[in-house]
């Protein structure tokens, strides 16, 4: 009976190849995720990403999957967010192979059921799970059938659609695609665009030859960086390897914090629908929920990941969500994450005004920030524990246990402290009024957690 306790996460399927998935293994998660979602449709949309064993391991599902009874359409070559958009347009379940950023070695399977809704551990992955484990029972009926659909053009011109950058003076933005699914992508959904892009590394390759296709690491940024200052460009984005999150760098070279991201992007979707509702994780800026109530809005706060936001936007018929790891959700995306959206926004208030995008941001940049701080610990629980009595013996603290352990000081700072769900690790996020601020509180906090 196989163990997949060490592959299946809270939000996706994900492991090393050859070691922790295989072609057999996929079939059976192919079989299993069909008898899953059975009662509700006839079909399964499958992408892939540019590693090497995508295309085998997504053959393999498609395979598992046809051998319960049900179809497969496969979109080939994508992105998540564009299989998400086939998923919504098509109405259909959706798999995309994809192990995000991780490096070359790893792949996985990031699961949605019909109109890109999320499968995730109580949603789904524990059932599929469980019937692997234990055996998945055969199909005595006829095979299903798979064909193929290209839905690129089509998911472009619905992005386009959402966001007009008809008005919008002349833009030289450079990308960097990190040799992920930027490449296959962004050619396509600016083609006509009154942008000028400058290409990094848009070639498919999913052995990473320049840096990590996760921008979230400040060292993956650096030739973004000095490109955007070398052409005097008016921005840089940087996609992750399965390009569903996008980060944004000024004119200056300087990284733009998805909470400034999150906030500009609200105040454009409240103009389209005054009082609207607007979710943000709880590691989110602070300035976030103050802007979004400023604009007229009503901002909800949850916990961290992306079935915990699209099950809080489905509950609130939010228009927005936003996280500070920049994976950026729409209401008229199907409450999905797609970070090519987030850069058309940005790029579209860019574009109709005259300064610069440091200027334009600047508003939305209301405090100082750590970024998230790992620590490895042998005993993730005492660490948490001795942090929170430590800070809830002071006065005017308040503290609160929604995902963590967020604690709110009373002269304006705070912390948000989360044990890793598949490391040995504590996360750390710390906002203050200004750099020295964070980096007192900072020491202060690991000075517990590093013991």
Known sequence: MPDLSGIVKAYDIRGVVGEQLDVALVRDLGSAFALLIKAESDAIVIGHDMRDSSPELSAAFADGVTSQGLDVVTIGLASTDQLYFASGSLNLPGAMFTASHNPAKYNGIKLCRSGAAPVGQDSGLAEIRDTVEQGVPAFAGQRGSVTEKDVLADYAAYLRKLVDLSGSRPLKVVVDAGNGMGGHTVPTVFAGLPIEIVPMYFELDGSFPNHEANPLDPKNLVDLQAKVREEGADAGLAFDGDADRC?????????????????????????????????????????????????????????????????????????????????????????????????????????????????????????????????????????????????????????????????????????????????????????????????????????????
């Open 247 to 451: 980060f944004v760098v000024d004119e200056r070279g300087e990284p733009v914090s998805p909470s400034a991201i999150t906030a500009l992007v609200a105040i454009r979707e409240l103009e389209k629908e005054p009082g609207g509702t607007i979710i943000h994780n709880l590691i989110t800026s602070k300035g976030v929920p103050e802007i979004v109530a400023e604009h007229g809005g009503k901002p909800v706060r949850t916990r961290v990941g992306h079935s915990f936001i699209k099950a809080e936007m489905a509950k609130t018929g939010a228009i927005f969500g936003g996280e500070h790891s920049a994976h950026y959700y729409f209401r008229d995306f199907w409450r999905a994450d797609t970070g090519m959206l987030a850069a058309l926004h940005v790029l579209a208030a860019l574009g109709e005004q005259t300064g610069p995008l440091s200027e334009l941001t600047a508003e939305y940049s209301r405090y100082a920030a750590s970024g998230e701080i790992n620590s490895t610990v042998d005993d993730q629980v005492a660490r948490m524990i001795a942090v929170k009595d430590a800070f809830g013996a002071r006065d005017g603290v308040e503290i609160d246990e929604l995902d963590g352990l967020t604690v709110q000081l009373r002269g304006g700072g705070w912390f948000n402290l989360r044990p890793s769900n598949t490391e040995p690790l504590l996360r750390l996020n710390v906002e203050a009024a200004d750099a020295e601020a964070v980096r007192a509180l900072t020491e202060d906090v690991l000075a517990i957690v590093r013991g």
